[in-house]
């Protein structure tokens, strides 16, 4: 992709800092002279664009030009924005592990401290959470958003045992995780696959599992969460928003 060339460009003469804060004014000469319509609009960014792009030549994802948001995000926004518009107050705590960029900017703005974003691996982002082990009070966020985790953790149920025990009782966390069509397979506890097998296994060389859709409710269920599943239809007006059908999230409350 084009923009993605630049970016790499780019990396190699300024640090990486930076460029994330030159980013939105980069993307929206990059729509301004590419993507000028009002065919679609992205419900993160609030642009109009002629079209969504796929991020990778053989991917079935709808990538935002103007802000980077996949599918997933934006039908994660549309939802916060229609049914869970408390998030926004910028007195509630957000855990969110390895957010999409434009998202992150939106919450840090308005949440500051109270937004934790947070990577383990990566020193770009503020905290460096093990999701297995938590460094946070309990009963601590109002809100946990974990997009795209929970199949690169060898130890899933310790994972999710702590989201709940960092979660107010009045909280909620929105899950997510690529599904399989069939029951989950996974790597077990004492093997380490190589990066071909995970991939060809899991779809991904990081990825440690391929989880089944009855699986990880029961998953979630067992770590103490009571569990709603809002899944994407096919409609025009998520089709002018980019957003592809049969997108599940997952929203766990704690049951107790």
């Not at 953790?153 to 702590?162: F, H, I, M, N, R």
């Not at 002018?240 to 929203?251: R, S």
């Amino acid at each position: 992709m084009f923009y993605r060339s630049i970016k790499k460009i780019l990396l190699g003469f300024i640090p990486k800092t930076l460029l994330y804060k030159l980013e939105p004014f980069l993307r929206k000469l990059y729509v301004f002279f590419f993507f000028r319509g009002d065919a679609f609009f992205c419900p993160i960014c609030a642009s109009t664009l002629s079209l969504f792009i796929p991020p990778k030549k053989t991917s079935n994802d709808l990538l935002c030009p103007a802000c980077g948001s996949l599918s997933r995000i934006r039908h994660l926004y549309d939802i916060l924005q229609k049914d869970y518009k408390d998030i926004f107050n910028p007195e509630k705590k957000i855990l969110h592990f390895t957010p999409q960029r434009e998202l992150m900017r939106q919450f840090k703005k308005t949440h500051k401290a109270h937004y934790y974003d947070t990577d383990l691996f990566d020193s770009f982002y503020t905290h460096s959470y093990d999701i297995q082990s938590i460094d946070a009070p309990d009963k601590h966020f109002d809100y946990i958003i974990c997009y795209h985790v929970l199949e690169h953790v060898k130890k899933d149920l310790d994972a999710l045992k702590e989201l709940k025990r960092v979660l107010k009782p009045s909280g909620i966390c929105f899950l997510q995780v690529p599904l399989s069509k069939g029951n989950t397979i996974e790597e077990p506890l004492d093997e380490n696959y190589s990066e071909e097998k995970r991939k060809h296994l899991y779809g991904q060389e990081d990825h440690v599992r391929w989880y089944g859709f009855e699986d990880f409710k029961d998953r979630i269920e067992k770590s103490g969460f009571c569990l709603e599943v809002v899944r994407s239809k096919q409609s025009i007006a998520y089709k002018k928003l980019g957003i592809l059908a049969n997108d599940c999230i997952f929203i766990a409350r704690p049951n107790t």
